[in-house]
């Protein structure tokens, strides 16, 4: 079981990006996939989720609005995309599996991703 | 939203010593989805403990989890010089899940 990141981005503030999460050895459609962001010397935030089987997506009201997160469950792939970067957007960003199978929201997250540094920078 | 507070921020120990990290959620958190996490510079989380209190895979029993509400603790009962890291508990009973800011447990 693993979750493959995409690899680290440098941006300039205002360009748009989509960065990936491409999950193995298991059954990808049927666990919640989170996003948790990481700014550089911080703790750990967490953003949203998503369930690939039916595309059913959660945000946390800080992120919500500024970010998009989607999944390809054809390719066992989840996505996080930005239309417009922001300097304060520099980080690590994780993927993560939510433990358990099936729709049930409540899990904590057992695999993650290496996670994708992006840079957003003029 | 229910924010968590972890104490200390860091904690200065010695191998073969006991850490305890605590954490305290604003409001109850529902039906105890509690988790801890260990992080080390350069690396990704990994779960320890879920539900409060139960060890994830392959997680050594020095490490435990107790509480319940909004009053929770990491225990390690003697540290391995591999323990040293950033700790991290997480609220996941409640949209947003919210994790707390973290406790360094450091070398003395």
């Known amino acids: 079981v693993q979750l493959v990141q995409s690899g680290a981005e440098v941006k300039k503030p205002g360009e748009s990006l989509k960065i990936s999460c491409k999950g193995s050895?298991?059954?990808?459609?049927?666990?919640?996939i989170g996003w948790v962001r990481q700014m550089p010397g911080k703790g750990l935030e967490w953003m949203g989720i998503?369930?690939?089987?039916?595309?059913?997506?959660r945000y946390s009201p800080s992120f919500q609005g500024h970010v998009t997160i989607s999944a390809d469950k054809s390719i066992s792939t989840a996505y996080l995309q930005w239309s417009s970067l922001k300097a304060s957007d520099t980080g690590m960003y994780y993927c993560a599996r939510q433990s358990g199978a099936g729709g049930y929201l409540y899990y904590p997250m057992d695999v993650w991703g290496k996670g994708t540094t992006v840079t957003v920078s003029s | 939203e229910i924010w968590l507070t972890q104490s200390p921020a860091t904690l200065s120990l010695s191998p073969g010593e006991r850490a305890t990290l605590s954490c305290w959620a604003s409001?109850?958190?529902?039906?105890?989805?509690l988790a801890w996490y260990q992080q080390k510079p350069g690396q990704a989380p990994r779960l320890l403990i879920y539900?409060?209190?139960s060890r994830a895979t392959g997680i050594p029993d020095r490490f435990s989890g107790s509480g319940s509400g909004t009053d929770f603790t990491l225990t390690i009962s003697r540290l391995e010089p591999e323990d040293f890291a950033v700790y991290y508990c997480?609220?996941?009973?409640?949209?947003?899940?919210?994790f707390g800011q973290g406790t360094k447990v450091g070398i003395k």
């Open positions: 409001q109850s958190v529902t039906s105890s989805y």
């Open positions: 539900g409060a209190s």
């Open positions: 998503i369930y690939p089987g039916d595309s059913d997506t």
């Open positions: 997480q609220q996941y009973g409640g949209s947003p899940w919210t």
């Open positions: 050895g298991y059954s990808f459609n049927n666990y919640w």
